[in-house]
């Protein structure tokens, strides 16, 4: 059975799947979820989407940290399993890559994809930072821009924006000095090609060579000015394997991503048992019946034996990578997220809210209180419940304040309090595990009073909004949780659906009062 809410609510692509496991349709979203539930709840489909959803059997997704990422990693997947629901998409242009050609003075250009010669640098998904780029890479470094090399200058070399190799005014060596340099900055390397222009500019203005040394101060300048420039994924001339994994109960939830030149190919999912060495007997076992690729990133290192066992296998060199740093951790990290949201949902979430929050038990379900007003008037109170760390709509309840009169937040709280869980009691329903109130200490207070009032004994907490401080009962401080941290971005979050919901219920009483 295909359950969207399962998803989580980062950017990424989603794979649907017939009942043969044949991917039939790939898409890309902002908020998977959102996504993905659209096509289950939306009752004005066209033929060809309800033709789609009616063929639908299974659900696989691959988080991204962005959605242009998503955007190309939506492209790569409609390439290569060619799914029959996304003609369009299929038969559209690629995205474009920025040439390099390899030719005596090189041609810089754009490209619709890596079919030829030299080197090719992309996907890019804007066209207008392509553009501005690859303008700026021209006129830095005087780089060509012709398809032939014409018999006389032209109009680029005439207002010096072109070395003009077509003239003889350069040689071809320090042309392609100029054009590695080009490429240093589509691979990302502009900080330290600044270094190097600046250790030249230093040299040029000791030697009085005051016009070179100008050539290469307004080159830094160019490049300074590049430093927010759109991310580009370089297309790299080796393919690479990704593996993280968590352990969790003495199991092991492992992740292998396949990255083909640059390019995410493929993603593979794997659950066995904890043993001694479980990762280099992994790897032994996958690279058997798969070629093992130039370079495996892993998160720890593992016997020269086993990257011996994994060259032998491929027939030359293995590269084991555990990087500590830069683009390779980020993808690791990606990688680890990606099993922590696919195997476990938000499991993680939970535990972290027991552990920081000292709880007996896991706070499967977890109910917030929220009070909304107008300097006293119209005032409402709201209860959202989440179940397994996901809202559970069905079971929000909101509450227009019968007892206060005025603007009094403490006494609101302890009615909605004592009216939610003195029903639950008349009806004998079941109790959450833990609840939590918008406030200070005094909003707490408020609430544990009524509980201990009607012997409901259940965890409380409270959450304040300037500085999001999370109080428990028994505590003069609030609690050391840093705002950033798991835990209390949970807690955040529950709190804030519960205020949209008392928000939501606030505005449509007052409309109601306002009509004439």
């Known amino acids: 059975m295909i359950d969207p809410l399962s998803l989580p609510i980062e950017p990424g692509c989603y794979l649907f799947s017939d009942d043969e496991g044949t991917i039939i349709y790939v898409g890309?979203?902002?908020?998977?979820?959102?996504?993905?539930?659209?096509?289950?709840?939306r009752h004005d489909l066209d033929p060809k989407t309800r033709n789609l959803v009616a063929a639908i059997a299974g659900l696989d997704f691959i988080v991204t940290d962005t959605e242009v990422e998503a955007f190309i990693l939506e492209n790569t997947l409609i390439k290569k399993h060619q799914p029959k629901y996304n003609i369009d998409l299929k038969d559209s242009k690629s995205y474009a890559y920025i040439h390099v050609t390899d030719e005596p003075y090189s041609r810089i250009h754009?490209?619709?994809?890596?079919?030829?010669?030299?080197?090719?640098?992309?996907?890019?998904?804007?066209?207008?930072e392509r553009d501005d780029l690859i303008r700026l890479l021209k006129t830095t470094f005087g780089l060509r821009s012709c398809r032939r090399l014409p018999r006389r200058a032209c109009l680029r070399a005439h207002i010096g924006s072109c070395t003009a190799p077509c003239t003889g005014d350069i040689s071809e060596d320090d042309y392609q000095e100029r054009v590695r340099r080009a490429e240093a900055v589509l691979k990302g390397d502009i900080t330290g090609l600044i270094r190097i222009l600046r250790e030249e500019m230093a040299a040029s203005a000791g030697r009085q060579e005051y016009e070179q040394a100008m050539e290469l101060r307004d080159q830094i300048a160019a490049l300074e000015g590049l430093r927010e420039r759109q991310h580009v994924d370089r297309q790299k001339t080796y393919n690479e394997d990704i593996v993280n994994y968590i352990v969790s109960d003495g199991t092991v939830f492992l992740m292998l991503f396949n990255v083909c030149r640059g390019s995410l190919a493929g993603k593979h999912e794997y659950t066995f048992d904890e043993t001694e060495g479980f990762l280099e007997e992994f790897l032994a076992r996958y690279y058997a019946d798969h070629e093992p690729p130039e370079e495996v990133i892993l998160p720890e290192p593992v016997a020269d034996a086993v990257v011996g066992y994994l060259s032998h296998l491929r027939g030359g060199r293995v590269r084991?990578?555990?990087?500590?740093?830069?683009?390779?951790?980020n993808l690791l990290d990606l990688v680890r997220k990606n099993v922590e949201?696919?195997?476990?949902?938000?499991?993680?979430?939970?535990?972290?809210?027991?552990?920081?929050?000292?709880?007996?038990?896991?706070?499967?379900?977890?109910?917030?209180?929220?009070?909304?007003h107008l300097s006293g008037t119209a005032m409402v109170g709201s209860m959202v419940r989440f179940l397994w760390g996901k809202p559970d709509k069905r079971n929000y309840r909101r509450f227009a304040i019968r007892t206060v009169e005025g603007v009094d937040d403490f006494a609101a709280i302890a009615e909605v309090v004592r009216r939610r869980y003195s029903r639950l009691q008349k009806e004998g329903g079941e109790l959450p595990d833990l609840i939590i109130v918008d406030g200070g200490k005094g909003q707490l207070a408020a609430a544990g009073a009524v509980l201990r009032e009607l012997g409901v004994s259940v965890p409380v907490a409270a959450?304040?909004?300037?500085?999001?401080?999370?109080?428990?009962?028994?505590f003069t401080h609030p609690l050391p949780l840093d705002r950033n941290e798991k835990a209390s971005l949970f807690v955040q979050e529950i709190r804030d659906e519960a205020h949209r919901f008392a928000i939501t219920y606030h505005r449509n009483l007052r409309k109601k009062t306002m009509a004439p």
């Open 463 to 474: 959450i304040a909004k300037r500085e999001e401080e999370i109080f428990v009962p028994g």
């Open 28 to 41: 890309k979203a902002k908020n998977l979820r959102r996504r993905v539930s659209s096509y289950f709840s």
């Open 341 to 372: 949201i696919g195997f476990f949902g938000d499991r993680i979430k939970l535990d972290e809210l027991k552990r920081r929050l000292h709880l007996p038990d896991l706070p499967v379900t977890i109910e917030c209180f929220d009070i909304s």
């Open 320 to 329: 084991a990578v555990v990087p500590q740093r830069g683009e390779k951790k």
């Open 110 to 128: 754009v490209a619709r994809g890596p079919d030829g010669n030299g080197r090719y640098y992309g996907p890019f998904v804007s066209a207008r």
